[in-house]
Each structure stands twice: as C-alpha cells, then as structure tokens.
C-alpha cells in the first residue's frame, strides 16, 4: 500500500512537471534510484530454501532415523513417544475428547540431541519432515519473515501432498529468536509480524487436518524462559519435554 501511494505521487509529480514545463531531471533519478533500491531489497529478501527430509517413491531421501539410534535421553524419548501416540491414534483420542496435538517443544542446553529427537519424531509419525532456524525468518524489512512463515506453513502441505503423506512436522531450531516476549527487541515491528504470523498459522492446525494433512510443529530452544507467553498457551505447544544432558552412566554405556 505505501509502495502504492509512492508510485501514485511520483507519477502525478512528474505529469505536474511535465505539463508545466519543468525540468523532470530530479524525478527521473529518484524514480531510478527507487527502482534499484527495490531490485536490491528483493534481492535481499527473496524466498529461503527450508530443508526437506521426505520419503520418495523410490527410497532415496528418506530420513531413518528411529528414537533407538538417539542415545542417553531415555526419559526426553519416552515424553515423546507418549505425546506423538496422539498423531498415530488420532481417531481414539478424538474420540476420548483430546485436543488434537498441534506443537511440541523440546527445551534443552545446545547439543543434547534436540535436532535428532525431532527427526526421530517424524519417522515415528511417518511424516514429512521441514526443517529451518528461527534466525531465517527476521529481516530488517517489515513483513518478510510473515511471509517466510506462510511459506513454511504452505511447504509443508505441499511436500505431504507430493510425497502422499498425512502429516507433516515443521521443526524450529532457536525457536527463541523469533518467538521472543513481543516488544523487546529495538526493531521490534518485523520480529513482532512475524511471531503474530506463527501464532495464526498454529491456531489454523486447530481442525483435524487441512487436505488431508496434519501439521505438528516441533520447535527447540535452550532459553525457554525467553519465549513469549502466548506461544506456552494450551492449544499451540501443548506439550514441553526437557532434553537435558545425559546422566554419566548413559555416557559410559
């Protein structure tokens, strides 16, 4: 809109200009000027790649990872395994009246195995996995790291689709970065955007499935504290499991 209202007052200069016979020189430049400015920033800002890990038809690709060959988080894994039998037994929980299950997050010191657990989740689930950093989504121009996150969002249906899958799991490493208390950063509109947008996009993954897709959002950080309170609310990470490092008598074995 406001690029809109630039384009629409500088036009309207230059025709003024024009008409009465003065010199469009200065216009010209700053029009150019503009127009490279927006390449650049385009540039800049232009769409992430996040990473995939999916089953293809001929078995390449697939992430085989299982919660076995994630060693010394017995009491992380067994947290999981219980919170993810409401993904496979969806119907049954439905039926007993359980909110479906839409986020998952593991809190732990960098290090402890959060990246592998979350793999392990979607192999458990026989799910798609899309993978990306808090740290791709924040921008110094307002509104891209929104838009970043509808594409996450709309990458995940999409690959499931593709790859024939029910579920989906997005995982967030630095979940902190982007889901920080609202307000606190010096340039707090663009992080403000963008938390707002997850926000809205897990509160979306409130129906059973959308195209016959189910999203679970597994998000990881090792500052849980600084995580704005409304991301914690019963119905988005509905469940948190702690990773912490492994006892000395798991290491040795």
Known sequence: MIRDA???TGLAAFLFCLAYGYDVTPIIL???LYAAFQLLMSGRVGDRKFEIVQETQSGDRISRLTFGDVGGQET???E?????EFINNEEKAVKLGIRPLRGILLSGPPGTGKTLLAKAAANYTDAVFISAAGSDFIEMYAGVGARRIRDLFGTAYSTARTCKKKTAVIF???IDVLGGVRGRHQGHLEYDQTLNQLL??????????REGVRVL???ATNRADLLDPALLRPGRFDRLVDVD???LSLIQL
């Open 172 to 174: 967030i490493d630095e």
């Open 245 to 247: 490092l492994p006892d």
């Open 6 to 8: 630039l384009i629409g």
């Open 76 to 78: 992380a894994k067994r």
């Open 30 to 32: 700053a029009g150019g």
């Open 217 to 219: 959002v597994i998000g």
């Open 200 to 209: 809205v996009e897990m509160d979306g993954l409130a129906s059973a499935s």
């Open 80 to 84: 999981l395994v219980e919170a993810l």
